[in-house]
């Protein structure tokens, strides 16, 4: 079992910057590939970033590449999304994920382990 916490959320102008975290406790973090996925009002939760149990490799969804940054540190569990020039479409509830293996994934039921998520909101 792996208990995952984000933190970070807020409100935000648009074109501003802000980074979520998602603490890991448990078994050990580094066994765990990561991702974010995030849910709008009204809509499916969709797939933002995953990175390998290693941190190697990243995989982004196309409408945050180049704009959204993942990272893990494995010494503190914890995995990070740094997001800059946020835009409205932004807004969601975003969810940390861990899954078992080391490969990247974007499909959520890959996933076995959920946060509760933490709200971004974007203002135009």
């Known amino acids: 079992q792996v208990q995952l916490v984000e933190s970070g959320g807020g409100l935000v102008q648009a074109g501003g910057s802000l980074r979520v975290s998602c603490a890991a406790s448990?078994?050990?973090?580094?066994?765990?590939?990561m991702g974010w996925f995030r849910q709008a009002p009204g809509k499916e939760r969709d797939f933002v970033a995953s990175?390998?149990?290693?941190?190697?490799?990243?995989f982004y969804a196309d409408s945050v590449k180049g704009r959204f940054t993942i990272s893990r540190d494995d010494a503190k569990g914890t995995v990070y999304l740094q997001m800059n020039s946020l835009k409205p479409e932004d807004t969601a509830v975003y969810y940390c994920?861990?899954?078992?293996?080391?490969?990247?994934?974007?499909?959520?039921?890959?996933?076995?382990?959920w946060g509760q998520g933490t709200q971004v909101t974007v203002s135009s």
């Open positions: 448990g078994r050990t973090f580094s066994s765990y590939a």
């Open positions: 990175i390998s149990r290693s941190g190697g490799s990243t």
């Open positions: 994920a861990a899954r078992s293996g080391s490969y990247l994934s974007n499909r959520e039921l890959s996933y076995n382990y």
